[in-house]
């Protein structure tokens, strides 16, 4: 009978799992090091924090982050729905205020009879139930007990610069949405081709912050810095974050040859979030190099870019598709730290972590579909993989349709309606 369990980490994933526990009557006991410590990436008190970005990708459900959301809403996901209390516009995408968010799961959290709060420095794990949801960057010593009980493994993760909005010159930079389609959210900074050129020298060439401290391979794909990809070739950024397609200047009726996209950072509008311009460059030369764009000739930098060591486990090994431990059955990993790869799929696998936890007040923990996009995330993570690394919501980890659909809008209709279904039943059966 379970009663009480312990969530380490009161990030996207612990506070999905605490508010979750607490909602069906168990007590949480939730350890969170903010205040005492934080990482290097972690700058605020409250809990929920977003490290980068304030994107918590689309909300489209045709697409695979939008299909996430959709099966969380459905599982009344605390985490989401309080993002979606503090959106701001960015078109088809979910983007928050990261202050208002975190403080509005922060309160949720503090004002729960069932959850009571320690703030230290977890130094292991104890004997009761226990949730390891301390992410990508969970600090000692807590980080060694992990790897001896899980074995580690890591990869770099970049964040991009956030600059004040008063500082972007207006009269460079113009208002559109991409082809038109829906508000004109993000803020669009033109640059011609003679400007590429010469921002794309700069960019390859500029100085960078601990240049030596990791390997090229250990760069998760999603994650990986501009001038890391501008190095692939002189056009990869114009088909990456700088595409220029469907966006006209109102101001002379062109198309610039590359666009970097500025995405609002707050409810206010004071600050703006580089789109795509996760980095590793010196402070020096992020202000050098990526004033060389007119609309940011004069940036004021609230935040610079930097990078990260992430931390994951070796989930084939050693947890199962609850996220359950093979070895301690009373330990359960959820976020980053579990090997899913994002916001969302962090939110998605503290979900699924209270929900087994749940399932053990009746029996063993049940899994989640496996055509669900949160119950395939699980199978991936706890299937053997030789070469595993973390893992996005994405179609190609979902069974596929049978018979098949040849139509793509059709076919990810039909991966979202058989999952709303699945999950609909796993919802009566539990
Ligand atoms: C630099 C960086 C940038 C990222 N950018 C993005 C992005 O833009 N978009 C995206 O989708 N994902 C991004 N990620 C990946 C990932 O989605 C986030 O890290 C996400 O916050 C993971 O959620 P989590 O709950 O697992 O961990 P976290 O949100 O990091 O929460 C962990 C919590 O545990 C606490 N903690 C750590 N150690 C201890 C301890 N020993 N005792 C007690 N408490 C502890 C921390 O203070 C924190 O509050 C990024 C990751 C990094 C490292």
């Not at 922060?106 to 390891?132: C, M, N």
């Not at 803020?187 to 500029?206: G, H, I, R």
């Not at 200047?249 to 509008?269: D, I």
């Not at 050098?288 to 990078?307: C, H, Q, S």
């Amino acid at each position: 009978m379970v009663n009480k369990v312990n969530v380490i980490g009161a990030g996207l994933a612990g506070c999905e799992v605490a508010l979750t526990l607490a909602e069906n009557g168990v007590e949480v006991e939730l350890t969170e090091c903010k205040p005492l410590m934080r990482s290097a990436a972690h700058t605020e008190d409250g809990f929920c924090e977003l490290v980068c970005s304030n994107s918590l990708k689309s909300n489209d459900p045709l697409t695979a982050h939008g299909m996430l959301k959709a099966e969380l809403r459905l599982l009344g996901s605390h985490v989401l729905k309080a993002a979606e209390e503090c959106a701001v516009p960015a078109g088809s995408a979910l983007a928050v205020d990261r202050k208002q968010f975190s403080q509005k799961v922060t309160e949720r959290i503090r004002s729960s009879p069932l959850i009571k709060i320690k703030t230290q420095a977890a130094d292991g794990i104890g004997d009761g139930i226990t949730v390891i949801a301390t992410g990508p960057l969970t600090l000692p010593p807590l980080d060694r007990v992990i790897s001896d009980l899980f074995g580690s493994l890591h990869f770099y993760d970049a964040e991009a610069p956030i600059v004040s909005a008063e500082s972007v010159n207006m009269e460079s930079a113009f208002f559109a949405a991409r082809y038109g389609k829906g508000d004109s959210d993000y803020l669009n900074c033109p640059l011609d081709k003679e400007e590429y050129e010469a921002f794309y020298e700069a960019l390859v060439t500029a100085e960078r912050a601990d240049a030596h401290s990791f390997e090229k391979r250990e760069i998760f794909e999603g994650c990986m810095p501009v001038e890391v990809m501008a190095s692939r070739g002189k056009d990869a950024l114009r088909f990456g974050p700088m595409k220029p397609v469907g966006l006209t200047n109102p101001k002379t009726g062109k198309r610039a040859y590359a666009v970097l996209q500025l995405r609002k950072e707050n409810a206010q509008g004071d600050m703006y979030n580089l789109v795509g311009f996760q980095t590793n460059l010196k402070f020096s030369e992020q202000r050098r190099v990526f004033g060389m764009i007119p609309a940011l000739k004069n940036a004021e930098y609230m935040r610079y870019g930097v990078m990260h060591r992430n931390t994951f486990i070796d989930a084939p090994k050693v947890i199962d598709d609850c996220f359950r431990s093979k070895k301690q059955k009373n330990v359960f990993v959820a976020g980053q730290l579990s090997g899913v790869e994002g916001y969302v799929e962090s939110i998605a696998s503290g979900k699924s972590v209270a929900l087994h936890i749940l399932g053990l007040l009746r029996a063993e923990p049940k899994p989640l579909p496996r055509d669900t996009m949160i119950g395939a995330l699980a199978a991936y993570v706890s299937t053997e993989n030789a070469d595993f690394q973390p893992m996005n919501a994405n179609y190609g980890i979902l069974p596929p349709i049978d018979p098949p659909i040849k139509d793509k809008t059709e076919r990810r209709q039909a991966m979202l309606d058989r999952a709303i279904n699945s999950l609909k039943k796993y919802q009566e059966n539990i």
